[in-house]
């Protein structure tokens, strides 16, 4: 009897062991939506009442009704109740993908973890805290504030930013499978090879024996296989090649994307992925996108600025709204982007990949490091990293903004050799740490704006008649031993200093250049089209001198801040919620950055009338195809065209062309508009230069 008992006891088991077993793939459990909220002082004991209601993803200003300021010594908790329906599985992973600042997580009461890192995610093993299959969980999570961190980790410090707000800013999930569990895929596209290298790491669980897995590769746009079957697991990784034939490269004019999929039987997971490179050319001083000659022209998105902006509200999760922005800055002429001094949301890379840009990611390191050290850095950049590497669109792993420490440097010759698609590192303003790897320098000319009263000069004449190397970055900031200039590849991210808030006023860094420019009485009008000419003209000078990889202005989104305090920067929206640009801006900055661009080579403000003036014109070509129209030269007064000039021009592939056209200005005097014009792709693209004739 008590043998029989044994036997149906063991065969219990297997039964109930194969039941556990019957997982067929991931299962992802969303937990966003609206939770329940309040708030304390501190962390040490959970709330007993939640009186207020928060989004998820979000911010906690966003509770209803919101929250005190100022947001220091506190801590915000949010609870959602859940449900696991069905068996419950082997492995059960909360992930929340980016809180700030400080998490702790609390399930049925239970501590389950945390985390003090504000930008990467939150990745904690709840399987032994749930409650049975069809009961309620009850999952707590505080977050503290940015004054709450330890000096060891960095907490996003901005010295032009006022609040620092936290909040779950980031989906929520629970992941559920089972093992073998799949912990993470990197894939490494390999493009002269056409093939892509998958690297993927599990957890076993103790399982033995042969373990295979299933891949698929498809393509997104149409659904085809282009390639599956299976391998073998060796150990805890899987690391093999896979043919991707007749690939089509990713590209910003041409985002085609794949789909990774891998299954164990019990788990599977999803990557997207692009067939590109990218890396910098020394020689040159470019960037190579797929092997080819890329000029990089855009923007920033500084949304951890925007993130207290007044008018902000739900727009950065609002999908919709993170799509147009992104194909408002396609308008642009723009395609690549520095995410700066912070992370967006997920969905932000995914919607990037979609639509195509060429992200410079960069983590939210702006001097306030404190105590932070290289050790501390390449735990925060290795977590970076692994979210980001399946991204087509992130090109350039940026360690930090313009800030001069070593720690950076240390950190990224320990990193750098996880990234399996050898992505080029910014160094800030401290020194680069390869020769393949690119540099930022910020250009700020038109910080030294002077009119210079009884002269012929316009404020930016001498600027702009010196051909210059891009200043303002490692060389001049972190100088080499033998004090010359650092040989690598140059990105101009940020660049100009002359920003208006959204309703045109001057921002508390730009207001005395305006009281200069234009004096103290100038209209909002007036400030928007000085803005808007200098800075057209400031983009067509570094474009057209090609000393740099890439041009992107500063900046693209950010606040409006015009009550005290006042902000530092801003964008160029007059309606952020419609996307609607300022006229002014899109009519001069969207032709300033066009693949083929112009500059008129003339900077005074004043010429003789009845004189002979040569106008030099460069036409800059980003592209791939020879060019071969008609440029055309017209002075205007008064809306009228008193002199035209035409002139069949050629120009090569990616190169430069410098046309120089003879006028005879007219015995006329007063304010004249200088236009060049040039055909592309059935856009007529112009460079204008404002000009007074005199006797």
């Known amino acids: 009897m008590k043998t029989s008992l044994n036997v149906l006891f063991l065969l219990a088991m297997i039964v109930l062991s194969g039941c556990s077993r019957q997982t067929t793939g991931r299962k992802i459990l969303s937990l966003n939506g609206t939770w329940e909220f309040t708030a304390t002082g501190s962390f040490d004991e959970i709330p007993a009442e939640f009186d207020r209601s928060v989004p998820v993803p979000g911010l906690i200003d966003m509770a209803s009704p919101s929250p005190d300021t100022p947001y220091v010594n506190k801590v915000y908790w949010y609870k959602k109740r859940f449900v696991i329906d069905g068996h419950l599985p082997e492995v059960a992973l909360l ?142 990784t899987v690391d093999f090649e896979l043919p991707v034939p007749a690939c089509t490269l990713w590209t910003p004019e041409n985002p085609f994307m794949y789909e990774l999929y891998l299954s164990t039987g019990h788990d599977d997971k999803k990557v997207r992925f692009g067939m590109r490179s990218f890396r910098f050319d020394p020689v040159r001083g470019t960037a190579l996108l797929n092997g080819k000659t890329y000029y990089m022209r855009g923007t920033n998105i500084a949304i951890q600025r925007f993130f207290e902006d007044p008018e902000r509200g739900r727009l950065p999760w609002d999908n919709a709204w993170v799509t147009n ?195 103290k009485n100038s209209t909002r009008e007036q400030r928007y089209n000085i803005y808007a000419r200098i800075l057209a003209m400031d983009t067509e000078y570094w474009r057209a001198h090609r000393k740099c990889a890439g041009v992107m202005y500063f900046t693209g989104l950010g606040y409006s801040r015009t009550t005290s305090p006042r902000g530092q920067t801003c964008d160029n929206f007059i309606d952020v919620q419609n996307l609607v640009f300022e006229p002014n801006f899109e009519k001069y900055i969207r032709p300033a950055f066009a693949p083929v661009g112009l500059m008129i080579d003339a900077w005074n403000a004043r010429y003789r009338n009845n004189s002979r003036l040569t106008v030099p014109v460069y036409i800059t070509n980003d592209t791939y195809s020879g060019l071969n129209d008609t440029l055309k030269l017209v002075l205007m007064k008064d809306r009228s065209t008193i002199k035209e000039l035409v002139k069949v021009v050629s120009v090569d592939p990616l190169d430069r062309e410098i046309s120089s056209m003879d006028l005879d200005l007219p015995a006329v005097t007063g304010k004249c508009i200088l236009t060049a014009s040039f055909n592309y792709d059935g856009e007529i693209i112009t460079s204008e230069r404002e000009i007074e004739l005199i006797p």
């Open 95 to 236: 992930k929340i993908y980016k809180s700030m600042y400080h998490t702790k997580v609390y399930l049925n009461n239970k501590p389950a973890g945390g985390n003090l890192y504000c930008f990467t995610p939150t990745l904690l093993d709840i399987r032994a805290l749930l409650n049975p299959e069809g009961m309620d969980n009850e999952l707590i999570i505080g977050v503290g504030c940015q004054n709450n961190l330890p000096d060891t980790v960095l907490n996003g410090h901005d010295q032009e930013r006022i609040n620092y707000i936290p909040g779950i800013y980031d989906n929520v999930e629970v992941q559920l499978s089972g093992y073998p569990y799949i912990a993470g895929i990197q894939t490494a596209p390999d493009i002269d090879r056409k093939r892509i290298r998958i690297n993927a790491q599990f957890d076993t669980a103790g399982i033995e024996g042969d373990i295979r897995i299933k891949y698929r590769i498809a393509e997104i746009s149409s659904g085809k296989v282009t390639v599956e079957g299976d391998t073998a697991i060796t150990g805890n």
């Open 325 to 519: 922005l992104h194909s408002r800055f396609k308008e642009m002429h723009w395609n690549s982007m520095r995410y700066c001094i912070g992370f967006p949301p997920e969905r932000w890379y995914d919607i990037a990949d979609s639509v195509g840009f060429l992200i410079q990611d960069e983590f939210p390191l702006w001097w306030g490091m404190r105590n932070v050290k290289s050790r501390h850095l390449v735990r925060e950049y290795t977590a970076w990293m692994k979210e980001r590497w399946n991204h087509p669109c992130v090109v350039i792993w940026d360690a930090q903004n313009e800030t001069v420490t070593e720690e950076t440097g240390l950190a990224i010759r320990q990193v750098r050799d996880l990234d399996l698609s050898g992505r080029p590192w910014d160094n800030g303003w401290a020194a680069p740490q390869a020769a393949t790897d690119g540099m930022e320098t910020h250009p700020y000319l038109m910080e030294y704006l002077i009119p210079v009263a009884g002269t012929n000069k316009a404020p930016w004449t001498d600027l702009f008649t010196v051909v210059r190397i891009p200043a303002n970055g490692p060389s001049e900031r972190s100088p080499s031993l033998d004090g010359k200039p650092y040989p690598n590849p140059i990105i101009i991210n940020e660049y100009e200093w002359l920003w208006l808030n959204r309703d045109g006023s001057p921002t508390t860094l730009t207001e005395d250049v305006y009281n200069k420019l234009l004096g």
